[in-house]
Each structure stands twice: as C-alpha cells, then as structure tokens.
C-alpha cells in the first residue's frame, strides 16, 4: 500500500510539472511558427476570388471576407476586442463592419498600452471591364495588406512576444473614403485607448525596384518610426519615397484616422510605388499577379522590427516637430 501511495504521489509531481511546463498562469506557453508563402496565397485566393465580388462594401462578398477573417482570428487564438470581431456602423442604408482583434501584451505595465496593426479588406466591386472580367478582385489593393495583419496576428498570438497589446483592425469603407477606420479611430479615442502608435499596411504585394528600400512609409519624416524599426530589423526595411508628399499618401489611407483622432506617430507602409504594378483599381488585380515569396519576405523581415518597438520598455517612437 505505501508502495502504491508512493507511485501516486511520484504520479501526481510529474502531472503538476508537467502542466506548469505548459502554462503561465492562464496563458500557453510561447509557440514559435513559421509564416510561409503557401499561408499566405492560401488567404489570397480566398479573398481575392471571383466568389467575393470585388469586396465591396454592402455585398454580400464582403461579409464572406468578415466570416473568413472571424474564422482565423478564432482559430489562431486572436480574441475579439468588442462583445464580437466586429465593429459595425451605417453609411446611410449601407451596413460597415470593421472586423477587431486583440492580442494582450505579456507585461503587466506595458499591456496598458495598444499597437494597431491594420488594412483594409474592402474594394471597389467592379471595374472596367476586360475580355468579359468585370470583378475588380483586390488582391494587391488590399488583400495583401489584409493578410500581412492577419499574419502578424496569428504570430504574436502564437509567440507570445509582445509585451505591449495589439489590435488587429481590418477597416471597411475605405474605398468610400477612409470610413471604416474614421469610425473605429473615434470610437477608440472615446473609449480612452491608449495608444502608441498604429501601422496600417496598404498593397504590399509586389516588390519595389532592387534599388530602393523594401517598402516606404508615407509621412516619413513626420515620426521617427522607420528608424527605429530599421534599427530592430537590422536593416532598411522602410525608406523614403520622395513623392509620398506629392501624392498626399499620408491623408489618403487608413492610418490618418488614427493621427488625428490620437495624435500619435500612424503611417503606412507599402511596395507598390506607382511603378511597379499595372492593375490600381483594374480587374486584372488578381491572386495570380501576387509575389508571394516577395509578401512573406517582407512579413517576416518586420516582425523583429515590430517586436523591438512593442517590448521597448519606453516609448522610442515619437512625433518629430514640425
């Protein structure tokens, strides 16, 4: 008998070890995974197929794109930030729903502060049409952008790396001029997030000219963001693109929301330069014209970039004076 009480005892050690080797407090433990450019063309043919309609918002395609971007938020363990994923609003008799994520930061301090990753998931619908294609798929225009969030969500939702929060925003309406993320910047503002800083990633696609940086952020001397996540990469990641102030890019995507409800470093990143791709708001924007070794490339090249800015145990990034 105290033989048997022995084992037991020696039984109930190892399942207790076991369990704390598995666990911290309530969370699993770190998982590291590998993003691969098959992950990544598998979202793309989904959101980017002729079955969504061109994303527009209001269609039916669209809300198959918010059921697919639920699906794998839950799947890969990224929870909702409101009661659900979705955060709806009206365009007159239109219905909107930005689709939200939250990934809590792993530091009881530095948790209290956001990150917002984001791209918008909606499109145009239809285009001029081509050789009888009418649908104007976005796969560059902003699929790519879309699953890059997507990405860095299942990662750090996996990794367990950062020590800041994350929200993972996918706007809608931005097509209708930045509607979803003016939304959901004010509802934010008004609820007291506190946020520091805010990445929204708009057609990442296709590569830039072997001469110039991987990709640019709009509003590049406004912050000294690139910088700084070029120093965590170990490389220049993000560089300057001299006619982003021509082209207004900073006021033109779902980051200006968010710098002027918050007043807080938001740019874009992109590849596409206005040179490197042929199909802007064209139906031939399709899965097929997507680099995926290119996308996955640049997704895992930013996500030590990401983790320096999220685990510093101050806040690097800041406004420049202008």
Same mark, same amino acid.
């Given at each position: ?23 911290? &407090?309530?969370?699993?433990? *770190? $998982?590291? #995974?590998?993003?691969? /450019?098959?992950? =990544?063309?598998?979202?793309? @043919? ?7 309609? &061109?994303?527009?918002?209001? *269609? $039916?395609? #669209?809300?198959?794109? /918010?059921?697919? =971007?639920?699906?794998?938020? @839950? ?12 955060? *709806? ?234």
């Amino acid at each position: 008998m105290k033989y048997v009480l022995t084992v037991l005892g020696l039984l109930l050690v190892t399942a207790c070890g076991t369990k704390q080797n598995n666990s911290v &407090g309530n969370q699993s433990i *770190s $998982e590291k #995974i590998t993003i691969t /450019a098959q992950d =990544i063309k598998m979202s793309m @043919e989904y959101l980017a197929s002729d079955e969504l309609g &061109g994303r527009a918002t209001g *269609s $039916e395609g #669209i809300e198959k794109a /918010a059921v697919f =971007i639920e699906n794998y938020f @839950e799947e890969n363990g990224i929870k909702p930030y409101f009661e659900t994923y979705r955060d *709806s609003f009206k365009l007159g008799e239109i219905d909107g729903y930005n689709v939200v994520g939250m990934i809590e930061g792993t530091d009881d301090k530095l948790k209290n502060e956001f990150i917002i990753l984001g791209g918008h998931y909606d499109h145009i619908g239809k285009g001029k049409i081509v050789e009888g294609d009418s649908i104007a798929n976005g796969a560059n225009d902003d699929a790519s952008g879309t699953i890059a969030a997507m990405e860095f969500g299942r990662y750090f939702s996996k990794s367990k790396s950062n020590k800041r929060s994350i929200l993972i925003t996918l706007y809608d309406a931005e097509e209708m001029g930045l509607k979803g993320s003016a939304h959901l910047a004010a509802k934010l503002k008004e609820a007291g997030l506190n946020v520091y800083t805010m990445l929204n990633f708009e057609m990442i696609g296709v590569p830039r000219a072997e001469d110039k940086s991987m990709a640019y952020m709009s509003g590049y001397n406004r912050s000294n963001f690139a910088p700084t996540l070029n120093k965590y990469a170990g490389e220049e990641i993000v560089g300057f693109f001299p006619k982003a102030k021509e082209f207004q890019l900073f006021y033109r995507s779902d980051n200006f929301p968010f710098f002027k409800e918050f007043n807080v470093p938001a740019h874009a990143i992109s590849t596409f330069d206005f040179t490197n791709f042929d199909y802007y708001h064209h139906v031939d924007d399709e899965a097929d014209k997507m680099d995926y070794e290119h996308m996955v490339n640049f997704i895992n090249k930013m996500i030590p970039a990401l983790e320096g800015m999220m685990n510093s145990n101050t806040k690097e990034v800041v406004l420049n004076e202008e």
